[in-house]
């Protein structure tokens, strides 16, 4: 048994080895590239680049186009009692604050960014946008709830 084990036991020593030294690298690239002064110094940090400032903004925006976000469509609210909650079973009816046809919000992250309206697409429920609401709106928004 003791002999299976040594090469397992080498394995695990040559990953642990190549961290090490992935970890030994990086210190000494960052102390390398690190100049005087740095965070604690004092200094006002410098924004955040991509390195090629030729893009400008372009290439700023485009490191989180790829960041996945919560989109949700809201049909409508209420409010109700704890109470009725705990009463609620299968085939309980909640009536919402929505009237029936109405736009149903378009939710990113919990803000408002659209309105549309429910369609069916390859037996999947789908909306279809009717209104967007404007990147100058959001912005505004988003400010005054924050």
């Not at 736009?103 to 309206?117: F, H, R, T």
């Amino acid at each position: 048994m003791a002999s299976e084990d040594k090469p397992d036991e080498a394995a695990a020593d040559d990953g642990m080895a190549d961290w090490a030294e992935a970890l030994l690298e990086q210190k000494a690239n960052d102390s390398a590239t690190e100049a005087p002064g740095g965070v604690l110094s004092g200094e006002a940090p410098k924004p955040f680049s991509s390195g090629s400032s030729s893009d400008g903004p372009m290439s700023d925006i485009n490191m989180v186009l790829d960041i996945p976000v919560q989109l949700s469509v809201e049909l409508g609210r209420t409010k109700v009692p704890i109470k009725h909650i705990l009463q609620l079973g299968q085939g309980s009816v909640v009536e919402l604050d929505a009237l029936a046809g109405e736009p149903m919000d378009v939710l990113v992250n919990g803000y408002l960014i659209a309105q549309g309206e429910v369609v069916v697409v390859n037996d999947k429920f789908g909306i279809r946008l009717t209104d967007v609401v404007t990147p100058s709106e959001r912005l505004r928004r988003v400010s005054k709830n924050g």
